[in-house]
């Protein structure tokens, strides 16, 4: 053996892969009699995992489902079924699950009978509501952090986003620069401009009164040639009634992770981001995109640099902004301020119980706003999801704590409901869960999950009542996309 970790061989050819690890390993034939003849052959050992099928399913209490696991990379095939949670339901030893009386977020774990360590899950949602998701027509390339927005004809733009599977030797985020437009009438996506090189991610995109979509910054690197990514000033604008997109005026800042607002003036506020990357550090500068003219101008700063934040328009015309991050290194910040367009300045306002980035934000029927979710720091650069969610009440200027989530949740999505209603679906590690907040109760219910699991996907409330749900991934994107009803 070439690799001193690549297996044993014995005299008589006889291979044997090593126990731990998969990769590519080279057995090596010596002649005895001329050391310097020698042939190699190449052994590729492939990683032992296990597949499940399927991988998210919604039941009704006591309903059933027979899940089938395939074990590939060890010579024992077989795997043994269990239910993670106490209470979440029965399964055999064929793979058939019988769901409990109770409604919940469950999930089904398969594990190899060779190797312990080796498992794979399907997470089942037991609910008796009669809303779900299904499946709608594919996105013409797949994608994550992109954008989507309603247009004035009822079709959906889906902008840029980001795919390393597009390519090959990407580690990180790969911008994308298509952008495809989504018709109900036909359940279909059409995309209407190609890629061109110059990737796009993190960017914002705003509606405008004159039916024209604003397409401004983000973090840009290159599809085609993968390097790393560094944020943008450059902005373009969709005209919906042509289907053409070109340029306007520049950013007076490169940013990306930012946050745009549209307020009753026209113009749109655009607030802080990142300077560089995902690992630069939150700018607190601040500026106003102008459509009558087509330019950008600086405002009042935010007190807080930040970027992966929230900013949300209230009924009273001003801006709420929430949490964000610094820097990568510092964690999520708990504090919030408003911005008022009569003085172009930025005032705080209370603070939240829980610091959080890449949370949502959701304008409530009654002028309040749900905080859900998003990530929290447990330790200098160490992140992780959380379930809490907060109300914030312009009219205390403060933050409350309502009823958690089921699930932890960050890249998820939060939907405003005809109901009055949020959707809140996805988020985390690929998850497939959705549960629907009662602002007169405080509280979440489940209802049904997805299709699939999915984060940094988009959710848009068409003008028939249901939501679309459409690609996500964070590093790999997908182009499937689903209706909720």
Wanted: hydrophobic letters at 40%; a negative charge; zero cysteines.
């Amino acid at each position: 053996m070439e690799e001193s970790s690549g297996g044993m061989i014995d005299s008589a050819g006889l291979y044997t892969p090593p126990q731990s690890g998969a990769g590519t390993f080279h057995v090596i034939a010596t002649s005895q009699a001329n050391s310097g003849a020698a042939a190699v052959a190449v052994v590729i050992v492939p990683m032992a995992q296990i597949t499940i099928a399927p991988v998210a399913v919604t039941l009704r209490p006591s309903g059933t489902q027979t899940f089938a696991a395939t074990v590939s990379g060890l010579t024992n095939t077989a795997v043994n079924f269990t239910i993670q949670e106490s209470g979440g339901g029965l399964i055999n030893s064929a793979g058939l699950y019988t769901a409990p009386s109770a409604g919940g977020l469950y999930h089904v774990v398969a594990t190899s009978s060779e190797e312990t360590t080796i498992t794979a899950s399907a997470a089942v949602t037991v609910t008796t509501s009669s809303s779900g998701f299904t499946p709608t027509g594919n996105l013409t390339e797949a994608r994550g952090l992109h954008t989507a927005t309603l247009l004035p004809d009822n079709k959906v733009l889906v902008a840029y986003g980001s795919n390393s599977s597009s390519y090959t030797g990407a580690t990180g985020y790969v911008g994308l620069s298509s952008i495809e437009v989504y018709d109900p009438g036909t359940g279909t996506f059409t995309e209407i401009v190609g890629e061109d090189g110059a990737g796009i991610y993190g960017h914002t995109s705003t509606l405008l009164p004159n039916g024209k979509v604003l397409l401004a910054g983000g973090f840009v690197n290159s599809v085609w040639d993968y390097s790393d990514s560094t944020s943008y000033n450059a902005a373009n604008l969709y005209d919906s009634a042509t289907g053409v997109l070109s340029g306007t005026g520049n950013m007076t800042a490169s940013r990306g992770g930012h946050t745009a607002t549209l307020l009753a003036s026209g113009k749109v506020l655009i607030a802080g981001g990142s300077d560089q990357d995902l690992t630069g550090t939150g700018l607190a500068s601040a500026e106003l995109y102008d459509p009558s003219t087509g330019t950008f101008t600086q405002t009042g700063s935010m007190a807080v640099g930040r970027f992966l934040h929230t900013a949300t328009l209230l009924p009273n015309g001003k801006v709420l902004i929430v949490g964000g991050v610094l820097t990568s290194l510092t964690g999520p910040v708990a504090t919030a301020e408003i911005y008022d367009p009569a003085t172009g300045t930025f005032t705080v306002t209370g603070a939240m119980a829980t610091a959080r980035q890449q949370h949502t934000a959701t304008l409530l029927a009654d002028g309040r706003v749900l905080i859900a979710g998003g990530a929290t720091s447990t330790g200098p650069g160490d992140l992780q999801a959380t379930a809490t969610v907060e109300v914030y009440d312009p009219a205390a200027g403060s933050f409350s704590v309502t009823g958690s989530m089921a699930e932890a949740r960050t890249y998820h999505t939060a939907t405003l409901l005809p109901s009055g209603k949020v959707l809140v679906a996805g988020g985390g590690n690929e998850n497939s869960t959705a549960e629907v907040y009662d602002p007169a109760t405080g509280s979440f219910s489940i209802t049904g999950g997805m299709e699939i699991g999915r984060s940094g996907h988009t959710a848009t409330l068409l003008p028939n009542g249901s939501v679309l749900v459409a690609g996500g991934g964070i590093f790999a994107g997908l182009a499937s996309a689903e209706l909720y009803q």
